[in-house]
């Protein structure tokens, strides 16, 4: 496949640990967990919109799929390269399913309930791994259910915005991890090095700094502004990026 007609965010999604910014704590603990093998059975990522909760459930579910894992998914076994090719929805060939919340009515809610959970599955660890997305959107009719699993075969792992959905009841049968923004001296970086990589000039020193701000230090929000640029083919400058946001925000503020 042409990288090049990989939109940015895909181009650069972390694979690893070691490639995700920020969320220094909540990496040391999924990797431990993953070198353990002390792995819990229900696993709630919440933070803001952006933080990289998607990004922890798939590389920890890299991490203990992975048939060589020595703190890193070596993206080479059958499991990484399966759970790749299947990004995001994940495959029941390696016992990973991954659901968006905000799509899953009753109807599919009921077959996932009956047909899917429990099924055996065919990776490593011999668990099954749920990943729902956007669990905040779920209903209430389901929430006690999913937060509970029955089978020990089964590992949870919810992504939500709001902890305060989920009852304190709930949240102490369940390892709790935060999401949160990378500081300016990791995202910095990062945005430079794909400056680099996509022969994107950086006109003014300050441009970077001032994308990072403008985008609330959100990396998401950030790389999409650089493939924006990169199209364009202009230089970056502050007085671009100024302008990209304030256009931005007045599109939002519509009626």
């Given at each position: 496949m042409d990288t090049n007609t990989i939109d940015f965010c895909e181009k650069y999604r972390p694979r690893k640990f070691g490639e995700i910014l920020g969320n220094k704590p909540a990496i040391?603990?999924?990797?431990?967990?993953?070198?353990?093998?002390?792995?819990?059975?229900?696993?709630?990522?919440?933070?803001?919109?952006?933080?990289?909760?998607?990004?922890?459930?798939?590389?920890?579910?890299?991490?203990?799929?992975c048939e060589?894992?020595?703190g890193e998914p070596c993206g080479e076994c059958d499991s990484c390269k399966t759970?790749?090719?299947?990004?995001?929805?994940?495959?029941?060939?390696?016992?990973v399913s991954l659901y968006d919340c905000t799509k899953l009515d009753e109807k599919r809610m009921d077959e996932i309930i009956n047909r899917h959970l429990g099924f055996h599955s065919l990776?490593?660890?011999?668990?099954?791994?749920?990943?729902?997305?956007?669990?905040?959107?779920?209903?209430?009719?389901?929430?006690?259910?999913?937060?509970?699993?029955?089978?020990?075969?089964?590992?949870?792992?919810?992504?939500?915005?709001?902890?305060?959905?989920?009852?304190?009841?709930?949240?102490?049968?369940?390892?709790?991890?935060?999401?949160?923004?990378?500081?300016?001296g990791e995202i910095i970086p990062r945005l430079r090095?794909?400056?680099?990589l996509?022969?994107?000039?950086?006109?003014?020193?300050?441009?970077?700094?001032?994308?990072a701000r403008d985008a609330d230090r959100l990396t998401r929000e950030c790389i999409k502004f650089?493939?924006?640029?990169?199209?364009?083919g202009e230089p970056l400058t502050v007085n671009l990026v100024k302008k990209f946001f304030k256009h931005r925000r007045s599109i939002g503020n519509e009626d």
């Amino acid at each position: 496949m042409d990288t090049n007609t990989i939109d940015f965010c895909e181009k650069y999604r972390p694979r690893k640990f070691g490639e995700i910014l920020g969320n220094k704590p909540a990496i040391q603990y999924l990797k431990n967990s993953a070198l353990s093998g002390r792995i819990t059975n229900s696993l709630i990522l919440h933070g803001e919109t952006g933080t990289g909760k998607n990004t922890l459930a798939h590389v920890f579910t890299k991490s203990i799929t992975c048939e060589n894992f020595q703190g890193e998914p070596c993206g080479e076994c059958d499991s990484c390269k399966t759970l790749e090719a299947y990004y995001p929805h994940g495959s029941t060939i390696s016992g990973v399913s991954l659901y968006d919340c905000t799509k899953l009515d009753e109807k599919r809610m009921d077959e996932i309930i009956n047909r899917h959970l429990g099924f055996h599955s065919l990776n490593r660890i011999d668990r099954n791994i749920f990943i729902w997305d956007e669990f905040h959107q779920i209903t209430d009719r389901w929430k006690d259910k999913l937060l509970n699993p029955e089978s020990k075969r089964d590992i949870f792992i919810y992504c939500l915005i709001d902890l305060s959905v989920v009852s304190r009841a709930l949240q102490g049968r369940a390892i709790v991890l935060k999401t949160e923004r990378p500081e300016m001296g990791e995202i910095i970086p990062r945005l430079r090095q794909i400056c680099e990589l996509e022969g994107i000039i950086v006109k003014d020193e300050d441009a970077l700094i001032t994308l990072a701000r403008d985008a609330d230090r959100l990396t998401r929000e950030c790389i999409k502004f650089l493939e924006t640029s990169a199209v364009y083919g202009e230089p970056l400058t502050v007085n671009l990026v100024k302008k990209f946001f304030k256009h931005r925000r007045s599109i939002g503020n519509e009626d």
